[in-house]
T-cell receptor, first 109, second 115 residues
Framework: KNEVEQSPQNLTAQEGEFITINCSYS?????LHWLQQHPGGGIVSLFM???GKKKHGRLIATINIQEKHSSLHITASHPRDSAVYIC???????????FGKGTHLIIQP | DTGVSQNPRHKITKRGQNVTFRCDPI?????LYWYRQTLGQGPEFLTY????????KSRLLSDRFSAERPKGSFSTLEIQRTEQGDSAMYLC?????????????FGPGTRLTVL
């Protein structure tokens, strides 16, 4: 069974700061996902990646397959970025997604 | 709206009652997944379907939980004899053959409260 660990669990930062959220997993995967969850439950997929780096607006996701590690970066953070960010993986023997516990991010004005 | 929909959005029930939730996936998606999320935790995988076939059900939490997708379109998740520990958000997601089913699209969830 794949174990997915995220850090930090909670992060409070000031508007404009550069944010990094980390994710590590224990066994090989076919893809890693970064998801955003706002209060009320809705989950939105931000990135799906299996190698290298992807960028979308102020969000950047990287993955190192050899080290089984991924990072999500937010540049020029804004209060509307406040949400729970969840790392999840597919593969590693599981049919559904295996999720980390999430990182609760608060960006203060 | 052509996204994944779930009904009801909220359900309050008394312990011992049965509840049923419905998920309507994106129309061309042939895989449908159910997850449960308890407070402060990431979602956990319960079961999934490819078309009408339930391909994995060993992760269902107990024999009180069952899911169906009779015509390969919408799915229902039933919990019998609910317990207070069943209180959680129940999430549905769907995916298609593109991207090897890796990208999943989530519904808004059904929040269950068992009194």
């Amino acid at each position: 069974k794949n174990e997915v660990e995220q850090s930090p669990q909670n992060l409070t930062a000031q508007e404009g700061e550069f944010i990094t959220i980390n994710c590590s997993y224990s066994v090989g995967i076919s893809a890693l996902h970064w998801l955003q969850q706002h209060p009320g439950g809705g989950i939105v997929s931000l990135f799906m990646l299996s190698s290298g780096k992807k960028k979308h607006g102020r969000l950047i996701a990287t993955i190192n397959i050899q080290e089984k590690h991924s990072s999500l970066h937010i540049t020029a953070s804004h209060p509307r970025d406040s949400a729970v960010y969840i790392c999840a993986v597919t593969g590693g023997g599981a049919d559904g997604l295996t999720f980390g516990k999430g990182t609760h991010l608060i960006i203060q004005p | 709206d052509t996204g994944v929909s779930q009904n009801p959005r909220h359900k309050i029930t008394k312990r011992g009652q049965n509840v049923t939730f419905r998920c309507d996936p994106i129309s061309e998606h042939n895989r449908l997944y159910w997850y449960r999320q308890t407070l402060g935790q990431g979602p956990e995988f319960l079961t999934y379907f490819q078309n009408e076939a339930q391909l994995e059900k060993s992760r269902l939490l107990s024999d009180r939980f069952s899911a169906e997708r009779p015509k390969g379109s919408f799915s229902t998740l039933e919990i019998q004899r609910t317990e207070q520990g069943d209180s959680a958000m129940y999430l549905c997601a769907s995916s298609s053959r593109g991207n090897s089913y890796n990208e999943q699209f989530f519904g808004p969830g059904t929040r269950l409260t068992v009194l």
